[in-house]
T-cell receptor, first 111, second 113 residues
Framework: DTGVSQDPRHKITKRGQNVTFRCDPI?????LYWYRQTLGQGPEFLTY????????KSRLLSDRFSAERPKGSFSTLEIQRTEQGDSAMYLC?????????FGQGTRLTVV | GESVGLHLPTLSVQEGDNSIINCAYS??????FIWYKQESGKGPQFIID?????DKRQGQRVTVLLNKTVKHLSLQIAATQPGDSAVYFC????????????FGQGTRLTINP
């Protein structure tokens, strides 16, 4: 257990529904990242927070995706109007400096 | 396409042997590298890291080698155990850059008894 907690672990949703995932980073870590991973691929970067500021966003993060970290602690990732192509593992990671530690991920299945 | 991604490079070794997993990274400006281990259904687990001012770093049963000339990274696992079976990813980053790890394709390591 790395100390990064994600909830829920699994989510099945119907196409068109909105979903929200939560990440609780390691408490002293000021950096938080979201990644997406599909079967057989390495994780792909989505977005990065330093404290509450969202400093970097990937072009993978379409208008349907939004991430927040309101108090610089936990973060949420929301996907609106889900599509089947959104099915993937959504991973959160946190770091104090360079070493990024990942949570167990939220597996999203859009049916 | 999707089917290409499913065919991860694989490495099978006998229990007790040493394993060497290789990775070619893409960005010559990258100055920080991490190896992760990922078991089925779990998030990537940090194994070892190395900065570009080093060419070798050792941990417990693991060694990472960095060759910046050819942009190559390797992970050596000594005396492999059944619990080492997993997919191994290398990741690169630029310390003063955008803070996004770029992951390689991954290698599936299987330990034969």
């Amino acid at each position: 257990d790395t100390g990064v907690s994600q909830d829920p672990r699994h989510k099945i949703t119907k196409r068109g529904q909105n979903v929200t995932f939560r990440c609780d980073p390691i408490s002293e870590h000021n950096r938080l990242y979201w990644y997406r991973q599909t079967l057989g691929q390495g994780p792909e970067f989505l977005t990065y927070f330093q404290n509450e500021a969202q400093l970097e966003k990937s072009r993978l993060l379409s208008d349907r995706f939004s991430a927040e970290r309101p108090k610089g602690s936990f973060s949420t990732l929301e996907i609106q109007r889900t599509e089947q192509g959104d099915s993937a593992m959504y991973l959160c990671a946190s770091s104090a400096q360079y070493e990024a530690f990942f949570g167990q991920g939220t597996r999203l299945t859009v049916v | 396409g999707e089917s290409v991604g499913l065919h991860l490079p694989t490495l099978s070794v006998q229990e007790g042997d040493n394993s060497i997993i290789n990775c070619a990274y893409s960005n010559s400006a990258s100055d920080y590298f991490i190896w992760y281990k990922q078991e089925s259904g779990k998030g990537p687990q940090f194994i070892i890291d190395i900065r570009s001012n080093m060419d070798k770093r050792q941990g417990q049963r693991v060694t990472v080698l960095l060759n910046k000339t050819v942009k190559h990274l390797s992970l050596q696992i000594a005396a492999t155990q059944p619990g080492d079976s997993a997919v191994y990813f290398c990741a690169e980053n630029i310390i003063q850059g955008a803070q996004k790890l770029v992951f390689g394709q991954g290698t599936r390591l299987t330990i034969n008894p």
